[in-house]
């Protein structure tokens, strides 16, 4: 072989190395993910995950029913995920593998509100899990609204006990100990919708 042919024969192989780096890092990351985050990912098709959608209702200390969409995100998407290995600085993801997010739809008396939310889950591997709701323009409509989420999923059912905050009109928060209202507690049993 001639010196220009070992030239290029060695650039189509540091090219190809560096591609296959990059692949690999994707697979291998994408695997880890699934060790790491088993409710978020999974190598069987069929193993039900808490990222999706769900629906169900709770009736709030006003007796006034709150209907509740929501969908849990995937932590991290294959487009971020290959935009990650791509970068020639890698970096480890730090993010709790418990950590889940997400958005949800609430509507109480014909009033749709969106919402983000949060929260995560007591172990990777586990079924106990917290999250909270927060409206996206960060206004709460007057009344009892949804606070604090908390209970078990198992499969498809997230089997919740829902803790209320009280808002007035002002938009303020409002609490006393006097009526047996405000601590009182809701049930959600939420349903996956497929």
Not at 1 to 6: A, N, Q, T, V
Not at 59 to 76: A, L, S
Not at 170 to 194: A, C
């Given at each position: 072989?001639?010196?220009?042919?070992?030239i290029k024969v060695a650039i189509v192989g540091v090219i190809l190395l560096v591609v296959l780096s990059k692949v690999g890092c994707f697979y291998f990351d994408?695997?880890?993910?699934?060790?790491?985050?088993?409710?978020?990912?999974?190598?069987?098709?069929?193993?039900?995950?808490?990222?999706?959608?769900?629906?169900?209702?709770?009736?709030?200390?006003?007796?006034?029913?709150?209907?509740?969409?929501?969908?849990?995100?995937?932590?991290?998407?294959?487009?971020?995920?290959?935009?990650?290995?791509?970068?020639?600085?890698?970096?480890?993801?730090?993010?709790?593998?418990?950590?889940?997010?997400?958005?949800?739809?609430?509507?109480?008396?014909?009033?749709?509100?969106?919402?983000?939310?949060?929260?995560?889950?007591?172990?990777?591997?586990?079924?106990?899990?917290?999250?909270?709701?927060?409206?996206?323009?960060?206004?709460?409509?007057?009344?009892?609204?949804?606070n604090l989420l908390e209970g078990t999923w198992q499969e498809h059912t997230l089997d919740l006990t829902v803790d209320f905050a009280f808002f007035k009109p002002?938009?303020?928060?409002?609490?006393?100990?006097?009526?047996?209202?405000?601590?009182?507690?809701?049930?959600?049993?939420?349903?996956?919708?497929?």
């Open positions: 072989m001639s010196h220009p042919i070992k994408k695997i880890n993910d699934t060790n790491r985050r088993p409710w978020a990912f999974s190598s069987d098709a069929s193993k039900p995950l808490l990222v999706g959608k769900w629906q169900g209702s709770v009736t709030d200390p006003d007796n006034r029913i709150h209907e509740v969409e929501m969908e849990i995100f995937v932590p991290t998407t294959d487009e971020e995920r290959w935009k990650w290995v791509s970068r020639s600085h890698i970096k480890h993801d730090r993010s709790s593998p418990t950590f889940f997010d997400g958005m949800a739809m609430l509507e109480v008396n014909g009033h749709r509100d969106s919402c983000e939310l949060w929260g995560g889950l007591d172990e990777p591997d586990g079924h106990q899990i917290h999250f909270q709701f927060r409206p996206v323009n960060d206004v709460h409509p007057p009344g009892f609204n949804l002002d938009g303020s928060s409002f609490y006393t100990s006097e009526d047996p209202r405000y601590d009182q507690k809701g049930h959600l049993m939420m349903k996956r919708v497929l």
